[in-house]
Every structure is written in C-alpha cells, then in structure tokens.
C-alpha cells in the first residue's frame, strides 16, 4: 500500500454544501439527488459540521423498500441541519496524505471527513469507502 499517495487521488470532489439553518428534508432530497453520501455544513464561511445518509435514515423515519432507501420528509421539515450534524468535524486539506487520513479516521472514529483546502474552502468529502474503493485498485 503507497501509505503517500495524496487524498486528491481518492476524494469525492462536491463543492455542495448546506448551512446549519438548511432542512432536513431539503439536505437529503439534494443529497439523493447528487448521490452524495455525506456533505459538509457551513456557518458563515467556516465548516461547523458534516451529515451523512446514514444520520439522516437512523432518525428513524428511514425505510427500504424494494432495494431503494427513502424517509418520510414531512418529519424532516421540523429538523434543522445544526441538530442533525456531527458537530465541529475534524477536517484534512488536499494535501494530507492516505496515511494521515486512515489515521484521523480511525482517531476521530467517523466514516468521513470534510477536505477544505488553505482559504477554508470545501473541496469534497473522503470517507472509508473512498480508501477502500482505492486500495482495492
């Protein structure tokens, strides 16, 4: 395994973002409908937090059926963004390493992190199944 090799490699590149004030419902439709497994969210100009699908289905309100996962939105309209989120993420910039994240991963105990680039500026998510993906190439 190149320990090395830098995370532009393997990061899912998405500029999307939401705000702690964005709905529930509106966070999930956006990221189902840009097949996005976790998303950074803002405040002002700095990342405050991250949500993924997974936050999002174990609510509750989350079901399969017929292979396809959905929620119940109507629920989610009471939810805000700030209450749902991992709050004050760990991030790493473009620059780290495949080394460094498997590493701040598994510190940090989370699936994904937030990669934000030297002007504070989110330039995608990396997540386990990234580096998984990766190193089975």
Do not use: C
């Amino acid at each position: 395994m190149e320990k090395n090799v830098p995370i532009t490699e393997i990061v899912s590149k998405s500029k999307v973002t939401v705000t702690t004030r964005d709905r529930i419902s509106s966070v999930y439709q956006l990221m189902k409908k840009l097949q996005l497994k976790h998303i950074p969210v803002m405040n002002a100009d700095k990342v405050v937090g991250i949500i993924s699908r997974r936050d999002i289905l174990q609510l509750g309100f989350g079901y399969e059926y017929d292979g396809h996962e959905d929620v119940e939105l109507g629920m989610f309209d009471m939810l805000q963004a700030d209450q749902v989120m991992v709050r004050n993420p760990a991030w790493v910039s473009p620059e780290s390493t495949l080394e460094e994240v498997v590493g701040l991963l598994t510190r940090a105990g989370v699936l994904a992190l937030p990669v934000v680039d030297g002007n504070r500026n989110v330039i995608g998510t990396v997540d386990i199944n990234d580096v998984l993906l990766f190193l089975l190439k």
